[in-house]
């Protein structure tokens, strides 16, 4: 089946290391995005990207590096810059305008 | 994208009808109404869309008034898993708007037995 992969599910750092979470999709989608979501909150663009080798800054993009050397493959870094990384962290791609496919996230704990 | 007002909570019986309503009044003549639902730890999945007419699929009706101030999602025989945040969003069409599309506080429905 088609769909979009994040992984891991659960994911522990300490304070002052650098993460990268995983997001493959196999839809052929030419766009891909990365949102944080808080507890009780609605989600905020982190990045994005509507081809390889491009992506644009969205709302929150300070602490985040991603990369986008594959069409299938768009990898976030949560770098130590990020002051409040403790998130839960969802990839999406899109092939039209009308709709987001979304992977099931990864929970990220930095203590 | 214009700015959209859902209830924060809704509760619905299963198997009566759950109409979801949503505000948004500064609606400009290019932006359609997208509605989305998260179930619970897991990515939001796309429900329904509509630009002035009346939109029906195998998941939802999507009622828009007349003058497009506002709209109503109608998920017509609620189950248990219909349980979500239900996420208003408006928005214009264009290549480069899906992913850019304000995901609000949403209204979380709960469906009870």
């Known amino acids: 089946d088609g769909g979009i992969t994040q992984s891991p599910k659960y994911l522990f750092r300490k304070e002052g290391q650098n993460v990268t979470l995983s997001c493959e999709q196999n839809?052929?989608?030419?766009?891909m995005y990365w949102y944080r979501q808080d507890p009780g909150q609605g989600l905020r663009l982190i990045y994005y990207s509507q081809i390889v080798n491009d992506f644009q800054k969205g709302d929150i993009a300070e602490g985040y590096s991603v990369s986008r050397e594959k069409k299938e493959s768009f990898p976030l870094t949560v770098t130590s810059a990020q002051k409040n990384p403790t998130a839960f962290y969802l990839c999406a791609s899109s092939m039209d305008d009308i709709s987001l496919h979304f992977g099931n996230g990864t929970r990220l704990t930095v203590t | 994208d214009a700015k959209t007002t859902q209830p924060p909570s809704m509760d619905c019986a299963e198997g009566r009808a759950a109409n979801l309503p949503c505000n948004h009044s500064t609606i400009s003549g290019n932006e359609y109404v997208y509605w989305y639902r998260q179930i619970h730890s897991q990515g939001p999945q796309y429900i329904i869309h509509g630009l002035k007419n009346n939109e029906t699929n195998e998941m939802a009706s999507l009622i828009i008034t007349e003058d497009r101030k506002s709209s109503t999602l109608i998920l017509p025989h609620a189950t248990l898993r219909d349980t979500a945040v239900y996420y208003c969003i408006v928005r214009p069409r264009g290549n480069t708007n899906a992913g850019k599309s304000t995901f609000g506080d949403g209204t979380t429905l709960t469906v009870k037995p």
């Open positions: 839809l052929n989608h030419d766009a």
